[in-house]
């Protein structure tokens, strides 16, 4: 087999074959990171200059509250009038305090931020008549489907662009964690079930609605669903299976009839719900987590026989304890450990587990180096 560019190396991954060699790429470069150790080039110079596979997030006007500087993509409109209070403008420390005025109430919520991340410290729904105001008010971004395509341009064949489906968090669940305290949220879907059940179709009516209006064209290799709060690690089986399964399967549904291509993340616990992963009718399940950053993959090939044929597998690899502290030795070791077991059928994309910040990037060039010695 002859050699392939990075985009049909990690599109035939993607489609469950094999590629030449093992698709080696990360979860998202951070700015972060770019600044602190790549000498604030940008991203897609930075996969070139490791020699990764480029795998390039798009971020405009999708909605994810966790980004650094968040709120210079919020959306607002008449009836949804957002005024932000700088408690604390120190981007090492930021703290904002948000208020929201519609025409028939006003919520608030409070963030915290630094230079790698944002986090939520005051949520919107507190009570369950908010749900009211998200339900009628909360307006839906849309995309720009010509800077879009520019993006994808500019990549060419050194990768792909990835995308989200807006919101705090791309899946319905997940979002709505990122508006109501977890542990509340848990407790209503216990006492609460068909209140809960509301509250994943309003922000699915408002998730496929953005489906159809902002991604029918769009030039995405991969669409990101999901998210952290729907892991087994935070959420029961049973509680997956009632609150996101059907809504998840759902989404997945609506960019199968764009033609759009899923990733289903789920960045903690898994081995759990692999089976509910795969009804969900994702095309491709991240971020295989192990242990030492929060997950509960021990061992590749128990995922790869579930997903093996039908779903494709992204990430695995531990960017803190290896990726960012381990020898080079340590590196292509799990390199090879990961690829044995999950990888050796294709359908695999090397990736890291989540995000990684203190990362030397001689240890990223390692990396790349010894996923380019697994050949098919």
């Keep these: 087999m ?12 993607i489609n469950l074959e094999k590629p030449d060699r093992l698709p080696v790429t990360i979860h998202q470069w951070q700015q972060y990171h770019l600044d602190k150790y790549m000498g604030g080039i940008d991203t897609l110079t930075a996969f070139k200059q490791v020699g990764l596979d480029a795998a390039i997030q798009y971020f405009e006007a999708m909605g994810q509250f966790w980004i650094p500087n968040a709120e210079k993509y919020i959306v607002q409109t008449n009836d949804w009038i ?9 981007p090492e420390n930021k703290i904002l305090h948000h208020g929201i005025t519609t025409p028939k109430g006003e919520l608030t919520y409070k963030t915290g931020g630094n230079l790698s991340t944002t986090w939520i410290t005051e949520y919107l729904v507190k009570k369950h008549e908010d749900l009211d105001l998200v339900e ?38 997940q ?38 209006e902002s991604l029918k064209g769009a030039k995405f290799d991969l669409i990101e669903t999901g998210g952290g709060a729907g892991s087994d690690t935070l959420i029961s089986p049973d509680m997956h299976r009632e609150f996101c399964l059907p809504y998840d399967r759902q989404i997945h549904q609506a960019l199968h009839g764009l033609g759009l291509k899923s990733t289903y993340h789920t960045c903690g616990g898994m081995m759990n719900i692999l089976d509910l992963i795969v009804q969900n009718q994702t095309d491709a399940s991240e971020t295989l987590t192990p242990p030492g950053t929060g997950g509960n993959i021990a061992d590749p090939e128990k995922v790869r026989k579930v997903f093996a044929g039908k779903v494709a597998m992204i990430g695995g690899m531990d960017q803190f304890n290896i990726l960012s502290i381990g020898t080079k030795e340590q590196i292509k070791k ?13 359908g695999y994309i090397l990736s890291l587990s989540d995000h990684f910040f203190e ?6 060039k390692a990396y ?9």
């Excluded at 957002?82 to 120190?90: A, D, F, M, Q, R």
Aim: charged letters at 30%.
């Design 2 to 13: 002859g050699a392939m560019t990075s985009k049909e190396r990690l599109l035939r991954a």
């Design 82 to 90: 957002e005024e932000i209070t700088v408690v604390e403008g120190n």
């Design 136 to 173: 009628k008010y909360m307006p839906v971004a849309k995309l720009n489907r010509e800077n879009i395509g520019k993006a994808y341009d500019e990549i060419g064949d050194a990768g792909i662009l990835r995308g989200f489906v807006w919101g705090d968090q791309a899946g319905c669940w």
């Design 175 to 212: 979002h709505a964690c990122c508006l109501m305290d977890v542990n509340q949220l848990i407790i209503e879907a216990i006492d609460n079930p068909d209140w809960v059940h509301r509250f994943m179709k309003v922000l699915l009516d408002k998730k496929l609605r953005f489906i159809g």
């Design 334 to 346: 799990e390199v090879q450990r990961l690829f044995r077991g999950f990888g050796k059928d294709g």
């Design 359 to 364: 990362t030397p990037p001689d240890n990223l």
């Design 368 to 376: 790349a180096a010894a996923a380019k010695e697994c050949r098919y």
